[in-house]
């Protein structure tokens, strides 16, 4: 228990820590995927008015950037709500031997408090919280004891879909896809300045998905990709004027490299 206690209280989140995080090997701030304004909403709500959702898992396959959600998220409360912020790894704990319900008791200690006494809100997060040993049940008690708790948990995809139903009524389950084309474009122009940001057209995308998957008839497909055409073009006008490369050059980074994460 000692090491356990030990390792929570080096693992309270820090401004550096933080700063170390939000940011790539060139120490340029990372891009906010879409999901973070959600995460955003979520923790502000939460933090204010002790709304739900307070526990909300992420899954997807590695690479496509939960991690870097939930320190995102962190960076928000950080600044924002509460500096009681705890980053929990599942491989360290299994190392120590340790598992969740463990982290909780550990947790009580190092806050000096049970923690449905807690005086004020405060922030975990879990990677890869499905490699613990029970993760479901003790998820669900920490849920039960820690209501002030916002918690944030990353996860494979495959195991947290198919989570328990008492669980599956307790957090919020949100799937983080690798980037489609235009967020890998709106990333991009983050990068070259965050200021002037790319973003898509509204409503082009879901028009075109829905006449490719539930139009009648050709016909009826061919007509809306005419008259979204227009809007096409000058997104990819846009796009070659900000980012300054060939269209067809930018299309084949990200079929290559961004589409689906590490393939």
């Known amino acids: 228990m000692k ?17 170390s995080k939000i940011r790539d090997e060139r120490d340029k701030i990372l891009p906010q995927r879409n999901a973070f304004v959600l995460l955003k909403k979520y923790a502000k709500d939460f933090f204010r008015e002790g709304l739900q959702p307070r ?14 959600l ?6 928000y409360v950080y600044d924002n709500h509460t500096t009681q912020i705890y980053f929990i790894s599942i491989d360290d704990l299994n190392r120590l031997n340790a598992n969740l319900y463990n982290v909780i008791n550990a947790l009580e200690i190092v806050l000096g408090s049970p923690l449905d006494e807690l005086n004020g809100k405060i922030m975990l997060i879990f990677d890869e919280v499905h490699e613990a040993e029970n993760w479901k049940k003790d998820l669900k008690i920490l849920y039960e004891r820690g209501k ?3 918690v944030l948990a990353t996860g494979s995809s495959a ?9 599956a009524s307790r957090w919020t389950l949100m799937k983080i896809f690798p980037f489609r084309f235009p967020e890998f474009i709106l990333a991009k122009s983050w990068i070259i300045n965050p200021e002037k940001l790319h973003f898509p057209v509204k409503k082009v995308a879901s028009n075109l998905k829905n006449a490719f998957f539930y ?3 050709y016909k009826h497909i061919k007509a809306v990709i005419i008259d979204e055409q227009k809007e096409v073009d000058n997104y990819f006008k846009k796009t070659q004027k900000i980012l300054g490369n060939d269209i067809n050059s930018l299309l084949d980074e990200y079929i290559s490299y961004h589409n689906i994460a590490r393939f």
């Not at 992420?58 to 870097?68: A, E, I, P, Q």
């Not at 195991?159 to 669980?167: M, Q, T």
């Open 215 to 217: 139009s009648p008839d």
């Open 159 to 167: 195991l947290l879909l198919h989570s328990s139903s008492d669980l």
């Open 148 to 150: 002030k708790i916002f």
């Open 70 to 75: 939930t320190w995102q998220t962190a960076k």
């Open 55 to 68: 526990m909300i898992a992420l899954s997807g396959l590695r690479g496509v950037g939960k991690t870097t």
């Open 3 to 19: 090491e356990l206690i030990q390792y929570i209280k080096s693992n309270k989140v820090t401004k550096t820590r933080l700063f």
